[in-house]
């Protein structure tokens, strides 16, 4: 029975630990030379449209604004590349059928060891899973050139520090696949 325990609370915890991940994708055009990306504005038509709280923006913002210094970028009125964000959201329901009505060797029904009847139970969780999706826009071709998706679960957080380390999370894991690695041509 304590193995069971012991078992059940390792689920849980991995369960826990799996939810907290963000998933990330990129995509982006191959014959961009991101090379001569060296300066960015935040296209403000375009965040201003995104159906998040205004807080939430800024939070956004002030991290891609840190992750862009941080890869050698600076802010300028007339940039290389816009900055774009938007974000979707959808309710995310699992659910864990263990029922079982089949033959328990050791349980009786009424705590006593021996042959007996059994059934499980249905466990139904429901989360929020949220997109963030980031897009880099050249300036002067108008184009997408890069794209950044972070999918994960959404915690609605009392601590504000717990929030803005879940969106700092999101937008971390996203540009760090900015800049594409260098595509190698094959002989």
Known sequence: MKRFYFLATFFLLLVSLACSSVTVYS????????????T????????DKVEISDLDKKRILRALERELRAKGMTPSSNPDILVNIFTKSREK????????????????GYGFYGPGYGFGY????????????IDLIDARKKELAWQGIGVGILS???????KEARINEFVT???MQYPPA???AAN
């Open 40 to 47: 960015y504005a935040f296209y403000k038509k375009g965040i």
């Open 27 to 38: 995509d982006y055009d191959r014959s961009t030379n991101f090379n001569q990306y060296k």
């Open 156 to 162: 609605y957080y009392k601590n504000v520090e717990k």
């Open 93 to 108: 329901i699992d659910i864990y059928n263990n029922n079982y009505y089949g033959w328990y060797p050791w349980y009786y």
């Open 182 to 184: 260098p595509v190698v």
């Open 122 to 133: 249905t466990n139904v969780s429901s989360s929020t899973e949220g997109t963030l999706f």
């Open 173 to 175: 894991n996203i540009m």
